[in-house]
């Protein structure tokens, strides 16, 4: 296969990078997630699981489906099916249903809840999860609680709260961009950022008991007119501008937007270190800055995002990490298929 070279320039010191082409995705239509654990890649597209070799790119597998039936999942409008790769096993979640598959895609167990998560994940034979709910008395302030779930789904304990203050003018339509609380499991103990308390990550251990927290004291981006014009842009090309019926020369009189962006947009973990992407952009490239467990900043990176949903609920992205390589999907549009690009740093 032909490989493709970009040159990109990563700031971590003076070092220069390439950005790699190394396969061409055929298989996949629309993809939304992708994890990797050392020997494969794990891709989620709608309801189904494409499995590639990482040694040679070559399909190995797929696994899963849209429906109603058994192992069967449907994605939700805003929430996509939301992949956990386990060391032995895979666990797909839809807002309502859980399916748990071995690593060559045997399906093991199900399980349906009457709760509406927007991310739900394993911790020991235990789960976590953030649930999203309205204060009655004054609906644009969102409450995101984080919860600590028992196998059965029976017992839930709350473990935290981020309320959020209100944005918009009341009484007044039009949509605030949102302010997130994710959640992430490394070494049996859960991660817990909220963009509202964006300067430090809560630490829950696998029986609910907070044991730290990591400082982040990352500088928040302001937002200025250039910036709005950034998410105006994506709002244009956005689903969201035609089911809220929206139009372009009002969008300053409906988008409403807080002074400061959130220090960091999304984070993951993977060997002991935290990878965060931060709003800050260098043309089409992110900044995301690597820390250990600890808060010491090891490497900040610009790195190049092909799929980015600054409205998106879950941590799924079409990215991750592997070591010191930093892997992508890339929407090839003249060629309509996805490609895996790859940077080494």
């Known amino acids: ?145 984080v919860q600590f779930i028992q196998s059965g789904f029976e017992d839930r304990k709350k473990l935290i709260q981020f309320e959020i203050p209100p944005i ?4 007044r339509n039009g949509f605030g961009i949102p302010v997130f609380t994710h959640i992430n499991v490394a070494n049996d103990n859960l991660y817990v950022f909220s963009q509202q308390h964006d300067n430090e990550i809560f630490v829950y251990n696998a029986d609910g008991k907070e044991i730290k927290r990591i400082k982040v004291n990352l500088p928040r981006l302001k937002v200025t007119d ?20 929206l139009e372009e020369r009002s969008l300053d009189k409906t988008v409403f937007f807080y002074e400061y962006l959130p220090s960091f947009r999304m984070f993951k973990m993977k060997g002991g270190i935290i990878y965060l992407q931060t709003y800050e952009q260098k043309g089409d490239n992110f900044r995301f800055v690597l820390m250990d467990l600890n808060g010491k900043i090891l490497k900040t990176l610009y790195l190049p995002v092909e799929v980015y949903d600054l409205l998106q609920m879950g941590t799924h992205t079409t990215y991750c990490f592997d070591k010191n390589t930093y892997y992508y999907l890339v929407d090839n549009d003249e060629a309509e298929t996805w490609e895996l690009h790859k940077v080494k740093f």
């Open 1 to 145: 296969m032909k490989k493709l070279f970009i040159i990109l320039v990563i700031l971590f010191g003076s070092v220069v990078v390439l950005a790699e082409k190394v396969a061409d995705l055929t298989e996949l239509e629309k993809p939304h997630a992708i994890e990797c654990d050392g020997e494969n890649f794990y891709i989620m597209d709608e309801a189904t699981v494409h499995v590639y070799s990482m040694k040679d790119y070559k399909h190995v597998r797929r696994f899963g489906s849209r429906g109603d039936g058994p192992y069967q999942l449907v994605p939700g409008s805003e929430v996509p099916i939301q992949l956990s790769l386990l060391s032995n096993n895979i666990q797909l979640c839809s807002m309502y249903k859980m399916v748990t598959y071995s690593k060559i895609g045997k399906p093991i167990d199900e399980k349906v809840f009457h709760r509406r998560f927007l991310e739900l994940t394993p911790i020991k034979k235990n789960f976590a999860a953030v649930e999203l709910d309205v204060d009655p008395a004054d609906r644009r302030v969102h409450i995101y609680s």
């Open 168 to 171: 918009g003018v009341k009484g």
């Open 226 to 245: 250039s910036v709005k014009k950034g998410i105006f842009d994506y709002l244009i090309k956005s689903k969201l501008f035609k089911i809220y019926g």
